[in-house]
């Protein structure tokens, strides 16, 4: 158990040393932007005169660590392109379609688990009943949530999480943030992301923990979850080709959890 | 006996009667769910009256090819260094349907999805491209580096199909060629196939032209005015305007029993959202916008014409564009595009040419005599369609006769993914 502990702070500050490293070093290439000696014209239409101080910009979002952000942004897209789809393509080429769907329920099933905490912590009764009986509806009828009977009978997915849990009680979004893989947070939703993340794991190590190969089951669970969840999601940087997609995104990622908290 | 024979004759009137409905239920009843062409252009075609199509085909998506090995893209967009594109092909020989995405759009917006299926199940391979005013063409297949010359788009158009041609390993396995696109990629297609009678190297068997501009430099203005003369105060209020949108979303999706922002919700919560049309054609115009933001930072840059980048300012890969979004979104859009960025450019190649010779040659009346005499081509479009002037209908109804379908609404494209606009499309290149 206690080696379980260290090895989870281990890799907690492992990342944190990470963020750190391409932080520094996002500031410090960011400035290297002009090199062959062509004299720079002023714009026809310059910034400077353009974007007025008193007139408010629905693209503007609170975003101080943007430099690190963009160079995480670009991180996320090799990230995806060398490792991360790969391995996702090789799986969807190996499973039918139909059994990656049943897969993906039952990992949707866990993740209930994030809904029921969260709802019961904003204490919202109909949120956290309705997502009990989600659970013992999908976990028996549904065969371990394979299949979502529950949808069908008025009981719908009922998503919370502990970044929407802080934004309830008050809590701002705080500073955009691109997470490494993860992609588009805040410095909130990642603080709800950790939470989640931590309660999931105690469950898990309390619910396998009398079986032998713990580690390898329990890692195998993850990096099957993780594939599934990246399979689940259509979205590819870069891919809307937009110049400005990540300011689109940044406002669609923000706008959306307002949303989500407000609910 | 008598009786039997008084059955027969109400079993006649009943097979008469039955098929007198059938005939008239086929002529006039067009049972597209919205009267209000604001409403059927954002809202398009609710599910349960869409055509049914595969959920999923055989299909490469994230396909690219590097159209200009020589091209020095600016570090900028760097992402855009080859086209994306998608095809699906079937494993026996077929005909090659080529889609062409209407303005700003890319190969997998949802009409060229919903095209490329429709097609697929048809039985043709289909070639997705987006549109030559979609940022990453401009930046990997566009030989200006500038969109809005519809001739010099048709060529740049042309140019990829003949590099993709040369470079498809299966080249038996395709029967014919064909062509479509929806909006300023149905104007596009008309003018792709006059090239094409020209260079010969595809010999089009048909093309059908979806919700086209007759004049593209007409409808970008109209749709300009949508957002700047909807908005109370001007387009400097924009983010009240915005504000506003974005609250209404936001109240109806605490309040309903939405699980999402996907599925019905838009449907279902379109009345509160966008309570009235003033608001609908200001969203209509900001779509727009957008896509014409993305255009016109894309084309300043590649042409390093110093119009919102300061002339040979070197961008890098993170440099925050946030200003250049404002500035590039603020303005009379189109308009300030042609005269400042488009028509310099080719006044330059052609010191000769006006502003009006550059519009006029845009338009699908510069073509006339081709499109009147070209059975091949045909076009849909409808009567209400928000990017049409008045007259325009009857300009194509003259010139097309009965090539052209017209329905009695849609909006502008709305009505695409219905089952009998589908049915129509799927069935004018099937007959011959």
Redesign the interface.
């Known amino acids: 158990m206690k080696k379980e502990k260290i090895r989870s702070t281990k890799s907690i500050l492992l990342f944190a040393l990470l963020i750190f490293i391409m932080l520094s070093t996002?500031c410090a290439?960011?400035q290297?932007?002009?090199?062959?000696g062509?004299?720079?014209?002023?714009?026809?239409?310059?910034?400077a005169a353009?974007?007025?101080s008193d007139?408010?910009?629905?693209?503007?979002a609170y975003d101080p660590w943007?430099?690190f952000n963009?160079?995480m942004y670009?991180f996320n897209?090799y990230f995806d392109k060398y490792f991360f789809l790969p391995v996702v393509g090789a799986y969807e080429w190996i499973m039918p379609?139909y059994l990656e769907d049943r897969i993906s329920g039952i990992f949707k099933n866990f993740s209930e688990l994030r809904n029921f905490t969260n709802n019961l912590l904003q204490l919202k009764g109909k949120g956290t009943a309705i997502t009990t009986g989600r659970v013992l509806v999908n976990s028996t009828v549904g065969l371990a949530g394979m299949y979502d009977p529950a949808s069908k009978w008025g009981m719908?997915?009922q998503?919370e999480d502990f970044g929407q849990t802080l934004g309830h009680y008050g809590v701002g979004a705080g500073p955009f943030l691109v997470l490494p893989v993860f992609g588009p947070s805040t410095l909130r939703d990642t603080t709800g992301l950790v939470f989640d993340t931590a309660v999931h794991a105690a469950v898990m190590n309390w619910a396998l923990d009398d079986v032998n190969n713990k580690t390898e089951i329990k890692l195998g669970i993850n990096v099957l979850g993780a594939i599934d969840e990246r399979h689940r999601t259509p979205f590819?940087?870069?891919?809307?080709?937009?110049?400005?997609e990540?300011?689109?995104l940044r406002k669609l990622y923000l706008?959306?959890r307002?949303?989500d908290i407000?609910? | 006996m008598k009786t039997r024979k008084k059955w027969r004759h109400s079993l006649l009137l009943g097979c008469i009667l039955l098929l007198a409905m059938v005939c008239v239920g086929q002529a006039a009843s067009y049972d597209y769910p919205f009267a209000d062409p604001i409403e059927a252009t954002i809202l398009s075609t609710p599910k349960s009256a869409r055509a049914k199509l595969p959920e999923k085909i055989r299909v490469k998506e994230y396909a690219t090819i590097t159209v200009f090995p020589e091209r020095h893209v600016p570090e900028v967009f760097w992402y855009n260094k080859e086209l994306r594109y998608s095809i699906a092909y079937h494993k026996e020989k077929a005909p090659l349907m080529v889609l062409i995405a209407g303005t700003g759009a890319g190969y997998d917006s949802a009409k060229m999805q919903m095209m490329q299926k429709a097609f697929f199940q048809a039985g043709f391979h289909v070639l997705a491209l987006s549109s030559p005013t979609h940022p990453n063409f401009i930046v990997a297949a566009s030989s200006t580096g500038m969109p809005g010359d519809i001739r010099s788009d048709a060529k740049d158009i042309y140019h990829v199909l003949e590099t993709l041609w040369q470079r498809l390993s299966k080249k038996e396995l395709v029967s014919n060629f064909y062509l479509t696109g929806y909006s300023l990629g149905g104007s596009e297609a008309a003018f792709v196939a006059k090239l094409d009678e020209e260079r010969k190297v595809f010999n089009f068997k048909k093309v059908l032209m979806i919700n086209p501009a007759l004049n593209i430099y007409d409808s970008a203005v109209k749709l300009d005015k949508m957002l700047v003369d909807n908005i109370p105060g001007g387009i400097d209020h924009f983010d009240d305007f915005y504000q506003k949108l974005i609250h209404n979303i936001t109240k109806s999706y605490v309040h309903g029993d939405f699980v999402d922002l996907a599925g019905d919700f838009f449907y279902k919560a379109y009345d509160k959202i966008i309570p009235n049309p003033q608001e609908g054609k200001a969203l209509i115009g900001f779509s727009f916008r957008i896509s014409l933001a993305n255009m016109l930072f894309t084309a300043d840059v590649m042409t390093n014409s110093g119009y919102l980048v300061p002339k040979n300012l070197k961008l890098s890969r993170t440099t925050s564009l946030t200003n250049y979004c404002k500035v590039a979104s603020r303005g009379n859009g189109f308009r300030e595009y042609a005269e400042n960025l488009l028509y310099p450019y080719f006044r330059r190649q052609n010191p000769y040419l006006s502003f009006q010779a550059l519009i006029a040659r845009s338009s699908l009346r510069s073509i006339e005599s081709y499109l009147r005499n070209s059975d091949k081509i045909g076009l849909v479009t409808n009567v209400d369609d928000i990017i049409l002037a008045d007259g325009d209908i009857d300009y194509f109804k003259q010139v097309f006769g009965s090539r052209a379908k017209i329905y009695p609404r849609g909006g502008h494209c709305g009505n695409m993914a219905y089952k009998d606009n589908v049915r129509y499309m799927v069935n004018f290149f099937k007959s011959n």
């Open positions: 996002g290439t960011n290297s932007a002009q090199k062959n062509a004299v720079i014209v002023p714009a026809t239409k310059p910034v353009y974007v007025r007139v408010k910009y629905a693209i503007d943007e430099g963009r160079h670009i897209y379609d719908p997915v998503k590819r940087y870069y891919q809307s080709g937009s110049p400005f990540y300011e689109y706008e959306k307002l949303m407000a609910r």
